[in-house]
């Protein structure tokens, strides 16, 4: 027995947030019938329903017990997202026909940034990583395009709004190298 959004997680059907919101939204159904209840025990008898595909527990099941972890170097010009409606460039294309099992990412970088990302279809070790009571920073290196001032070093460490209207998380802030205009974001 295993949870049905631990389940549909781990086979890849999604995050963990996003598998729970389709369960609690009545978008799931196990045997024909629609399941609200994320901690809903699925045997290997079962057969779900998501998406309007039918999965059948017992042929997925051997996906449930092997975890998978790789890192790979996100370039500038790639979404950190596994599709995109607009037809930009994801990592998806990063990964095509190298990553057999169907993973997800852990974390995000900006289109316009370059780094280190992790793919896995660990959900717990995903949800133990970004859980913000966890306490795990991230490490930035960022190149400013001007000299940065105090009062701009201030706002960072204090949280700045940025697109969309949402107020980062304060940042410590350490000078690399002699340069001014090079940072380390902590």
């Not at 609690?24 to 609200?36: A, D, L, T, Y």
């Not at 859980?131 to 940065?148: A, E, F, G, S, W």
Request: aromatic share 6%; no cysteine; charged share 35%.
């Amino acid at each position: 027995m295993i949870k049905l959004q631990t389940f549909l997680q781990k086979i890849g059907e999604g995050s963990r947030r996003e598998i729970g919101n389709l369960i609690i939204s009545g978008k799931v159904k196990v045997n024909g019938e629609i399941i609200r209840e994320p901690w809903f025990k699925v045997v290997e008898e079962d057969i779900i329903e998501i998406y309007g595909k039918k999965i059948h527990v017992k042929d997925k099941i051997k996906e449930t017990e092997n975890y998978v972890y790789y890192l790979i170097h996100k370039p500038i010009g790639y979404l950190s997202a596994l599709k995109d409606d607009r037809g930009r460039k994801t990592i998806t294309d990063l990964i095509k026909g190298k990553i057999k099992e169907k993973v997800f990412h852990v974390g995000r970088l900006d289109y316009n940034t370059s780094g280190l990302m992790l793919l896995t279809n660990d959900g717990e070790l995903a949800n133990l990583l970004l859980h913000p009571k966890r306490k795990i920073y991230k490490t930035y290196k960022v190149l400013i395009n001007r000299h940065i001032k105090e009062n701009d070093l201030k706002q960072l460490e204090e949280g700045i709004i940025i697109e969309g209207g949402y107020k980062t998380q304060p940042a410590s802030i350490e000078k690399v190298q002699k340069k001014e205009n090079i940072l380390k974001l902590l």
